[in-house]
């Protein structure tokens, strides 16, 4: 491993080549080279103490996808709830319905600026922590507004609350990547979209239990339960450590040496794995780059691979909004309608049930990601919603027309699958894959765009849609076929693979002229009786 990582600048094949090591066996595979030696040297282990510490570490990160999960299905239940929409005066579909849910987003829009600042200067825990609280405040001045029925208040407490998830829908995800073992990193950042449905089952249940109180008690325990996970975070996110490429760059050497072989090495600094990392900090993370100066964007469009990258980030970050799924999470209720079940208590338990089948299927999809690999998920993934939404066209229209019960259920069964699949392919990835193809230097800020496009999604879907739906109902699910068969196309073509690479590896894909093509590469590697590779070629 050493001999190898010692070299790896471009000259390394030759010079070990003329050692004439003895061939012990020959594996085909995809991914970088020193990655591969270091799986077959030195395989991880799955559940060692450290692994379990890592664990336990993400969790507190994965609990920043759940409070923006919470809202992401709260405003949804509660459109059914008739004391909320009664005390707002708004309907569930509609102009006004895009504008008490837009607050959210536009908070999040107006918190791009500050994310990589956050994030960058004080770190990933303080960006965490830094989130959540303006979260939690957001929360208190919500609950607040009962006592003077200011609805401002309640649109500024909803600001806050965006504003606060667009820091920490960054600094979460990033944190985990971070910290998580290369070997595990695809798995582990998949499941962390995957507490988005926690946090939406929780908000749907808690809105569902509401509805078993009358008057303003009804929305306002649903609302008041917003601040758990941030809460969580606030407390738990100084007993994490700190991401060690953070520490590399900002002089704390030691501390990421001791903290990549506490949990990547399993207590020993000679570790395969602790070497490749140490190796790759050295050769690649700037000691002085733009990450250290807030104002600083230059490191996001410096040359044609930053453009790349940025252009990947982007892209999957808006693709997995437009793929449908803002109908099921901000509009299910409206969405219902259209398809003939009109009980609120009704929809609030397909709503419950919606939450249920989404963990289930993206815990399922987040163990995928690597055997599968990024690239034929999302194209696999945006195929089959496709064909979905055909699916929910057709048995749509068929209720709207002839008002059939048939047809109805057959409308929401459609919308179960489209949901499995989504969940499965979509959810595990929106976490995942923005956020590795960027390089440490741009991360934060290359996340802030990430955000910037997750919001304009999430805008088009909640303006757009509800008036839409107002206008010409089941006709506005003909969009949805033709766009997922778009982004099954573009993705095909300008999507590169990403697994079986550290985050650092990923520099070579994307200084390739082709980086999709470069990505997909199978090399032939000849291995010594220790596992050192003495050769290798495209296969």
């Known amino acids: 491993m050493a001999n190898l990582a010692e070299k790896h600048d471009g000259e390394h094949i030759e010079e070990y080549m003329d050692q004439k090591q003895p061939v012990a066996q020959v594996k085909v595979v995809t991914g970088d080279e020193t990655f591969n030696q270091a799986m077959l040297k030195e395989p991880p282990q799955r559940f060692s103490s450290a692994a379990i510490l890592l664990y336990a570490f993400s969790i507190v990160g994965f609990f920043c996808s759940t409070t923006n999960g919470y809202d992401g299905s709260l405003f949804g239940t509660l459109l059914a709830n008739k004391a909320f929409t009664s005390f707002f005066n708004v309907q569930d579909v509609g102009i006004w319905t895009g504008i008490v849910t837009s607050m959210y987003q536009i908070g999040s829009v107006v918190a791009i600026p500050f994310i990589g600042p956050a994030i960058d ?21 919500q609950l607040a507004c009962l006592s003077n029925a200011n609805v401002g208040q309640f649109m500024g407490g909803r600001f806050l609350l965006g504003f606060g998830v667009g820091i920490i829908g960054s600094a979460g995800p990033i944190y985990v990547v971070e910290i998580s073992h290369p070997a595990h990193r695809g798995v582990v950042t998949g499941l962390y979209n ?27 325990i649903p609302v008041g339960l917003q601040m758990m996970f941030p809460g969580l975070i606030v407390l738990l996110v100084w007993f994490l450590p700190e991401s060690p490429r ?16 506490k949990f990547h090495g399993n207590g020993n600094p000679e570790s395969e794995w602790v070497k490749l990392q140490l190796w790759e900090y050295e050769a690649h993370l700037e000691m002085n780059g733009a990450d250290k100066r807030w104002w600083d964007y230059r490191a996001v469009f410096k040359n044609r691979a930053s453009l790349y990258r940025l ?47 989404q963990i289930v299927f993206a815990g399922l999809g987040a163990c995928f990601v690597d055997k599968l690999g990024r690239r034929p998920m999302l194209i696999g993934v945006n195929a089959a919603c496709c064909v979905c939404w055909i699916g929910v066209t057709a048995a749509c229209a068929q209720a709207a027309m002839t008002g059939s019960k048939a047809a109805s259920a057959a409308t929401v069964a459609m919308v179960y699958i489209f949901q499995v699949c989504y969940s499965f392919g979509w959810t595990p990835m929106q976490a995942l894959y923005p ?42 699910y003909i969009v949805f076929c033709i766009w997922c068969a778009i982004q099954t196309v573009i993705i095909y073509f300008l999507i590169p693979e990403t697994k079986n690479r550290t985050l650092e590896e990923l520099d070579w894909i994307f200084q390739q002229p082709n980086p999709r093509k470069a990505s997909t590469e199978k090399k032939k590697l000849e291995l010594d009786a220790d596992a050192n590779i003495v050769h290798f070629e495209t296969a």
């Open 435 to 476: 956020v590795e193809v960027l390089s440490f230097e741009m991360r934060a800020k290359g996340m802030a765009f990430s955000n910037l496009f997750v919001s304009i999604g999430g805008l088009v879907n909640q303006f757009g849609f509800p008036v839409a739906l107002q206008n010409i109902a089941w006709k506005t």
């Open 121 to 141: 200067t004080f770190g990933r825990k303080a960006g965490m922590f830094i989130a959540a609280f303006i979260i939690v405040l957001g929360v208190v001045i």
């Open 311 to 357: 252009m990947s980030n982007c892209l999957v970050s808006l693709f997995g909004q437009w793929a449908g799924n803002g109908v099921v999470s901000y509009f299910l209720v409206g969405f219902l309608v259209t398809a003939g079940v009109t009980d609120p208590i009704t929809q609030t338990n397909l709503a419950v049930g919606m939450n249920g089948v």
């Open 194 to 220: 995957v507490f988005w449905p926690v946090g939406a089952l929780v908000a749907s249940g808690a809105a569902r239990g509401g509805l078993n109180y009358t008057g303003n008690t009804s929305w306002l």
């Open 246 to 261: 953070w520490n590399y760059v900002h002089g704390n050497t030691e501390k990421a040496k001791a903290t990549l072989a």
